[in-house]
């Protein structure tokens, strides 16, 4: 269940721990990727740029992959500068977001109710085995931080409907409407600022190629969760690729293995 890429790696010295939210931690968003691409591609589309349909589905799954972990703005703003190469007038990256963000609700509106209701159990739309990973840490004294490049006021909603906010002290973290007051690796510089640990001191966790890279930046050890969603029961060979990639140190397909990974990281490091 666990891949170690780097021989030795531990996390033996975390003091803090910063986890990805969606694709990581949460499935409320999963199949997100199949909403965003084809509303690009259709625009694109419509610029009659000469280019086939795989062709402009090549470039935005590219651009798309690029920038996932990063706030949804960048993926808007990518959008845009595609369409001005190609001879098009965009709008502004915000109107994208928007459309993008109603096509998105339409998808998962129902796995809200359903647990806004009651009606399922917040188990069904977290990564299996993520409550008990999340606990072990808590009950480590590690502080947590959650992070995503969704916008802080539906994420802290989705937290709270999947009952884990209570395990971050640090405070969850989302895209705001000035998307450069915010990201991951500002957050990871603030809390290294504050003196709250040494870069060699955090543990993160992340399904995307941003987080497990601004982890590496600062010296500390990135676990890959190279989630296959919706399922989550083996590793997405795409993710994988990714993450090894940027220098995740482990890659897993969910915390099923919870015990195995708790025992990895903070016990035997060889």
């Known amino acids: 269940m666990i891949e170690r890429l780097r021989p030795g790696a531990h996390a033996r010295n975390a003091r803090v721990v910063l986890f990805d939210f969606d694709g990581t931690v949460s499935l409320i968003r999963a199949g997100w990727m199949d909403v965003m691409v084809p509303m690009m591609v259709e625009i694109l589309a419509g610029l009659r740029s000469g280019e086939t349909e795989a062709e402009l589905r090549a470039v935005v799954e590219e651009f798309v992959g690029r920038l996932t972990g990063k706030q949804t703005m960048y993926q808007m703003i990518e959008l845009a500068d595609n369409i001005k190469a190609r001879g098009g007038t965009p709008l502004d990256p915000l109107e994208y ?31 299996p085995g993520a409550r008990q990973l999340l606990e072990a840490l808590y009950a480590r004294g590690l502080k947590m931080y959650l992070a995503s490049g969704t916008d802080q006021v539906y994420m802290r909603k989705e937290a ?14 989302g895209a705001l409407d000035d998307y450069k007051s915010f990201s991951k690796k500002i957050l990871i510089q603030q809390v290294i600022a504050k003196a709250e640990c040494r870069g060699g001191e955090f543990l993160g966790f992340g399904d995307g190629y941003v987080e497990i890279e601004n982890v590496k930046e600062v010296g500390g050890v990135a676990v890959g969760v190279a989630t296959n969603e919706p399922d989550c029961a083996v590793v997405d060979e795409w993710k994988r690729q990714r993450l090894a990639g940027v220098g995740a140190d482990f890659i897993i397909p969910n915390f099923l293995c919870h015990q195995e990974l708790m025992h990895t990281l903070f016990l035997n490091g060889q």
């Open 97 to 127: 977001k928007k459309i993008y963000l109603e096509k998105l609700h339409t998808k998962i509106r129902y796995r809200l109710e359903e647990l806004e209701s009651g009606a399922v159990s917040p188990e069904k739309y977290l990564v």
């Open 160 to 173: 709270r409907l999947l009952d884990v906010d209570r395990y971050f002290a640090g405070g969850v973290f």
